[in-house]
């Protein structure tokens, strides 16, 4: 494969020319792409896209003619270092910087005269620095940029009136700004500006003005840093160093306000080296897929406010909105798992980019904590939107979504099914691990655990009702296995039950159990969701794939469909999927088999 050959002797270079405290395995003869930590490259390996190398222990100033070569970075990330000096002009040539990561550092001097190099530039945080000089008002070039945070250093002069129509976060505070507020910041609290020398005609900490709601966050959550800690250590029970690094982290940077820089440092690098360097990676650094943009690192994400999600078999997973406003789900895994079979294994799960596979973008190892890091779907799972309390105001989901999901889902198992030589298996297939994609068709999460954590989890019990009768211990897991839960899934959009409700019996495969006798006593429509009988039209369709999901869960693995079959039987269940038509429009009767046959091949339990 190929190796972005010059990037990496930029880096070689920068690396032989700066000092630091702590290791990189870096090194000419492996690939940059795959093994260096904190570097990402793009989706050919052609060119580094990202650095995140927070917390190493780099000193002095950033050797010139070394990082600006990486002309296709869009991430770069040196926080929580000790590099001092000015920030070097030369990186005016990284042009499509997208965020800009340096704060908790000593860099001095003034800031860059022109920023306009930097069009693409959405995240600036050069906090915690002794920056002086005043605000260019050519920031206001930056026309995407949506967080600056400047506070803790000694900036001064007027605070230019800044025309950033995407900016959401601000944070200037504790600098020695003079003057007023100018018109364009005044929708931002009072606490963005706190701690300089502003005159006090219009600054009213306690009153900030009313953001337009334009601009209002749409998360509650910005400020909530110590509390959404607290809701991790809280809601995860027990919490490794890695929490209690960023506490620290957050105290000390909170206290050290204007204390001088080299007490900063101390204290700073401190904190770094009894926690977050502890950890077994050295660095203590995500390790992030090829492609992926988010600009985030393990600092962030540990900051991150954030909100419990719900417990799944192998841990817990969070929401957590990040500073820069990008907002992804963590998933905590509660069990040990050797650090090669889970990177192994993440790396073939997150090297999968399909439309219908949710996408790994990052996981972190270390002994104490196994993360996982998801976009967030803000819709919810295929579970929430069937089963979400079914009050007068929900709003219910139509056949026409619920064949995208199938759709879709099908499409990403199948792609699954196709990878690691045709051997992978999904193993955990149900209704909460469905998610709508941006074309909203069904798109597959959690792909990964069932195989490396099968044996220590044995999740049966949690995944009752989508598990085929043969499995009776979680190694035993199959791609039948997938093909009969996501029949189970084709039942549940028909029905609108859910397979895994308690019941208090030992009758665990109900839901498959019940359809199977309503078709067998007497064929009627009463199996099917009775909010899908408003729609015109549709009940072939609702028929025939009520034939593919009983096909699926054969009582045989060997009388089950591949999945490709599958896909191709739940696309001809409309013949237009395009998700254009309405469910007004004619179906396809031709592909509806006569109501006799139904199911009659499976139905043998
Ligand atoms: N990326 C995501 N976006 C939005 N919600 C999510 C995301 N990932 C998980 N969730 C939701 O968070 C909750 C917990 O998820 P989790 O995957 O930990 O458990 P689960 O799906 O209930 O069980 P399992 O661990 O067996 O998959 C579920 O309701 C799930 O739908």
């Not at 009775?530 to 028929?543: A, C, D, H, Q, S």
Request: glycine share 8%; charged share 20%.
């Amino acid at each position: 494969s190929s190796e972005p050959y010059e990037d990496k002797e930029a880096l070689l270079d920068f690396l032989n020319n700066v000092n630091h405290t702590r290791y990189l395995n870096w090194d000419e003869r492996t690939s940059a792409c795959s093994s260096w930590t904190g570097v990402t490259c793009n989706h050919d390996k052609s060119r580094i896209i990202a650095i995140r190398l927070p917390g190493v222990g780099f000193r002095g100033s950033i050797p010139g003619n070394t990082l600006s070569r990486l002309s296709d970075l869009q991430i770069l990330s040196l926080r929580s270092n000790s590099f001092s000096g000015s920030l070097p002009s030369d990186f005016a040539n990284l042009g499509n910087l997208t965020s800009i990561y340096l704060q908790s550092n000593n860099f001095q001097g003034p800031l860059p005269a022109d920023f306009s190099a930097w069009k693409s530039l959405s995240v600036l945080n050069l906090s915690n620095n002794d920056f002086s000089g005043s605000i260019p008002s050519s920031i206001s070039n930056l026309t995407h940029l949506t967080a600056l945070v400047l506070a803790n250093n000694s900036l001064s002069g007027n605070i230019p009136d800044l025309n950033l129509p995407s900016l959401q976060i601000l944070d200037l505070s504790n600098n020695n700004f003079t003057g007023s507020i100018p018109n364009s910041l005044q929708r931002f609290p009072g606490s963005a500006f706190a701690g300089n020398r502003l005159s006090p005609a219009n600054f009213s900490p306690s009153f900030p003005p009313v953001p337009p709601p334009s601009v209002l966050p749409k998360k509650k959550s910005f400020k909530l840093r110590e509390p959404a800690i607290l809701g991790i250590v809280i809601g995860g029970c027990v919490l490794g160093f890695l929490v209690v690094a960023a506490v620290l982290i957050m105290c000390f940077s909170k206290k050290e306000g204007k204390s001088g820089a080299t007490e900063k440092s101390i204290k700073k690098e401190d904190v770094v080296r009894k926690g977050v360097s502890s950890s077994q990676h050295g660095v203590g650094n995500l390790a992030f897929f090829e492609g992926c943009n988010l600009a985030f690192d393990l600092e962030d994400l540990l900051r991150a406010s954030a909100e419990v999600l719900g417990k799944g078999t192998f841990g817990t997973a969070y929401k957590a909105a990040l500073e820069d406003s990008t907002t992804v789900v963590v998933k905590r895994l509660k069990e040990s798992v050797g650090r090669k079979d889970f990177e192994q294994q993440m790396e073939v799960v997150g090297n999968i980019r399909h439309e219908n596979v949710a996408p790994l973008r990052a996981y972190y190892y270390s002994k104490d904590e196994k993360l996982m890091v998801y976009d967030f779907y803000s819709q919810g799972s295929a579970s929430l939107m069937l089963h979400a309390k079914r009050s007068a105001d929900r709003i219910p989901l139509d056949w026409e979504t619920r064949l995208r999901i199938a759709i879709g889902a099908a499409r990403g198992i199948a792609q699954i099914h196709g990878q690691s030589g045709g051997r992978l298996v999904h193993g955990n297939i149900k209704s909460s691990n469905v998610f709508l994609n941006s074309q909203g068709f069904g798109c597959i999460s959690d792909l990964g655990l069932a195989t490396i954590m099968g044996p220590i989890a044995t999740p049966i019990v949690r995944a009752a009702g989508y598990q085929p009768p043969e499995v009776t211990d979680s190694r035993k897991v199959s791609q039948a296995t997938d093909v009969y839960s996501f029949g189970v899934l084709i039942l549940e959009l028909l029905t609108g039950k859910s397979p895994t409700h308690a019941t208090g019996t030992s009758d665990i495969v109900h839901l498959v159990r019940w359809v199977h006798s309503v078709v067998r006593e007497e064929w009627t429509a009463e199996v099917f969701d009775v909010e899908l009988l408003r729609y015109p039209n549709i009940e072939e369709e609702m028929v025939e794939m009520l034939q593919i999901g009983l096909t699926c869960v054969s009582r045989m693995p060997e009388q089950r469909p591949k999945m490709t079959e599958v896909v191709k039987m739940v696309e001809g269940v409309r013949r237009v999927n395009t998700g254009t038509r309405t469910s007004t429009e004619a179906s396809t009767p031709n592909l509806t088999p006569p109501m006799t046959e139904i199911g009659s091949s499976s139905i043998t339990h």
